[in-house]
């Protein structure tokens, strides 16, 4: 079965720093694209950030650009979201996903958020 | 790209035919996905690339669309589907979801 666990979430003041993290099993990371969406309370999906297969691409919405740092470590089978300068507008529960793909042009791929984990909550506040 | 769907809320009974559009600002071919969100638990994709089912999803479940407008259809509404929906679109590298659409009980 496909999973995908999170961690690291927690209580933050303005201005630190936290390290998620996304545990994947049941598919063959090194071939999946993934994704963090984010939800605050209260509000909607909000796509964060993406990471190619190989991690040689990555992806930020406009409001994490230079903040948060997505990365992936493929023999660990564990992504990463490094988020820094943290505000409370950050204040979320974050989720990991597995992209599928589903089109290609050229290096962009046309994809959907196939497996979900279950979320980690982050909350910036003094 | 900004995505924009109507309506924000709506309340519907069991039994009942719902429909719930989604407009982008730019073309995006059939790069349109739909997913599930209830509380306390992650999204869930129901339709993806426009119309395409995901597998084990059921029928009363249905997408179309191109371009810029597509719709997602709730046949026969079941008490299972009192959730909120989201249609998300990954035609651009800087992937973008909708403000969401809230089914509620009548």
Known sequence: EEQLLESGGGLVQPGGSLRLSCAASGFIFDTSGMS?????????????????????????????????????????????????SLRAEDTATYYCARNIVVGRSGIHRYYYMAVWGHGTTVTVSS | IQLTQSPSSLSASVGDNVTITCRTSLNINRYLNWYQKKPGTPPKVLIFATSTLKSGVPSRFSGSGSGTDFTLTITDLQ???????????????LVTFGQGSKVEIK
């Not at chain 1, 939800?39 to 994490?64: F, K, N, R």
């Open chain 1, 36 to 84: 963090w969406v984010r939800q605050a309370p209260g509000m909607g999906l909000e796509w964060v950030s993406a990471i190619s297969a190989s991690g040689e691409h990555t992806y930020y919405t406009d409001s994490v650009k230079g903040l948060f740092t997505v990365s992936r470590d493929n023999p660990k089978n564990t992504m990463y979201l490094q988020m820094n």
């Open chain 2, 79 to 93: 008490p299972e589907d009192f959730a909120t929906y989201y249609c998300q679109q990954t035609s651009s590298s």
